[in-house]
């Protein structure tokens, strides 16, 4: 039937015919969660006098904490679903998975050098730094190898928000917003207001990117197979 023909995109468009295996979409999904849920729960367990809004995540973790074992069980997952999406985020470029892998070493050192209960240190701030600066490049880099898709005209309608999300253009807009809410989350640091909420809003889009860019991925592939087999049946 011709009302089931899927429309093909234009020439040099067509998305990737191979997308993230489904495992891969499910540990995105967990990289979020389990960051959200351990500042949360963590979170709860403080002392009144704790304040989610000045101050950081690390703290939940750090040597002064009550029940810091949450709070670095959680750095310690995310860390490692970082590495698990660097290997299954098919689609991606292996430059920017690579640049994903390192992040999740960072995350791993962050968790491994918890901060003290006053102050900080210079491994805890090396590798926080590091982490963050390396999930804010990566979807720059995995920009560079995308299509651009067409804004305006006929083929612009075939093209849905999640396969936008992973061209060249989304990616960069996605970047951005990331490097902005670094940007924020640095200039809290240096004002002491703050801080908390920048950190946890920072963290947070950077664990939800790589989840949005293998629905965007598996959505693309999916499209591209339906799409060619509805060809073939012509």
């Not at 990616?171 to 950190?199: D, F, H, K, P, R």
């Not at 947070?204 to 073939?232: E, H, K, Y």
């Amino acid at each position: 039937m011709l009302d089931s023909v899927q429309p093909r995109p234009a020439p040099g468009l067509r998305p990737p015919q191979n997308g993230p295996p489904l495992w891969a979409a499910w540990v995105t999904a967990f990289t979020p969660t389990v960051l959200i849920v351990g500042w949360i729960v963590a979170g709860a367990l403080q002392p009144p006098e704790y304040d989610p809004i000045r101050e950081t995540i690390s703290v939940l973790s750090g040597l002064g904490a009550g029940h810091s074992w949450i709070m670095t069980a959680a750095l310690y997952c995310v860390a490692l679903s970082y590495l698990a999406t660097a290997v299954g985020l098919h689609g991606v470029h292996r430059s920017a998975r690579m640049i994903i892998a390192f992040g999740g070493v960072a995350g791993l050192g962050v968790a491994y050098f918890p901060q003290p209960a006053n102050g900080s240190t210079f491994d805890h701030m090396l590798f926080a730094v590091a982490g963050a600066d390396l999930l804010t490049l990566w979807p720059f880099v995995m920009a560079y190898w995308r299509p651009s898709l067409p804004l305006r005209g006929s083929d612009a309608s075939d093209w849905s928000l999640r396969q936008r999300l992973v061209s060249r253009g989304g990616l960069i807009v996605a970047g951005l917003v990331i490097a902005l809410s670094v940007l924020a989350l640095y200039v809290a640091a240096q004002m002491g207001m703050y801080l908390g909420l920048a950190e946890r809003i920072c963290t947070g889009l950077q664990a939800l990117l790589p989840f949005l860019v293998a629905i965007g991925l598996r959505r693309s592939a999916m499209l591209g197979d339906s799409g060619s087999a509805s060809t073939r049946a012509l």
